[in-house]
T-cell receptor, first 114, second 120 residues
């Protein structure tokens, strides 16, 4: 079953604006990650936030994590046309075996209008 | 450059044939690799966990006799779609964790570029 649900499913904004995507999950996690996928391509890791962290930055990316609400958000500031892609959150389930597998959310398709 | 390589990137085959997709970790050893399936405009669904030297662990609803996984070495896992049918047409993506490699051994998960299978 899908661990993560993302909203919105699709988002179109003007270049230069900020884009915010949200992800909710259901079970306890070790960490939450955000990935980007260009159409027909593999996934690119963007950022990882651990369960004991609340906010993390990387360049134009800002990720927040609220474990009490089981939710995360990804903010892309000053969007560019090249940011057009699908964005997925992925959760790493709590496990003692060291080979935790990721469960992906439903994804947000982001379109940046030049 | 890519740290996980998938081959082929796309393949078209006739119904009833078998197709093998390779996933290689290029500069690290991966005792565990993961195979995902993605339908158009949908999320990635984990199919199975490939374990080096042992049997793969399949997710519920995934036919192990249909999707054969072999992880014979620390850098190679293969997924074979047997007797492929049009409904098997999909985008297959593998990933591998780097626990001990040159890239810091942080356990980061690296993804291949995916393999698009079209069954006629």
């Amino acid at each position: 079953s899908q661990q993560g649900e993302e909203d919105p499913q699709a988002l179109s904004i003007q270049e230069g604006e900020n884009a915010t995507m949200n992800c909710s999950y259901k079970t306890s996690i070790n960490n939450l990650q955000w990935y980007r996928q260009n159409s027909g391509r593999g996934l690119v890791h963007l950022i990882l936030i651990r369960s004991n962290e609340r906010e993390k930055h990387s360049g134009r990316l800002r990720v927040t994590l609220d474990t009490s609400k089981k939710s995360s958000s990804l903010l892309i500031t000053a969007s560019r046309a090249a940011d057009t892609a699908s964005y997925f959150c992925a959760t790493d389930a709590v496990s003692n075996f060291g080979n935790e597998k990721l469960t992906f959310g439903t994804g947000t398709r982001l379109t940046i209008i030049p | 450059g890519a740290v996980v390589s998938q081959h082929p990137s796309w393949v078209i085959c006739k119904s009833g044939t078998s197709v093998k997709i390779e996933c290689r970790s290029l500069d690290f050893q991966a005792t565990t690799m993961f195979w995902y399936r993605q339908f158009p405009k949908q999320s990635l669904m984990l199919m199975a966990t490939s374990n080096e030297g042992s049997k793969a662990t399949y997710e519920q609803g995934v036919e192990k006799d249909k999707f054969l996984i072999n992880h014979a070495s620390l850098t190679l896992s293969t997924l074979t779609v047997t007797s492929a049918h049009p409904e098997d047409s999909s985008f297959y993506i593998c990933s591998a964790r780097d626990f001990e490699g040159k890239r810091g051994g942080t356990g980061e998960l690296f993804f291949g570029e995916g393999s698009r299978l079209t069954v006629l």
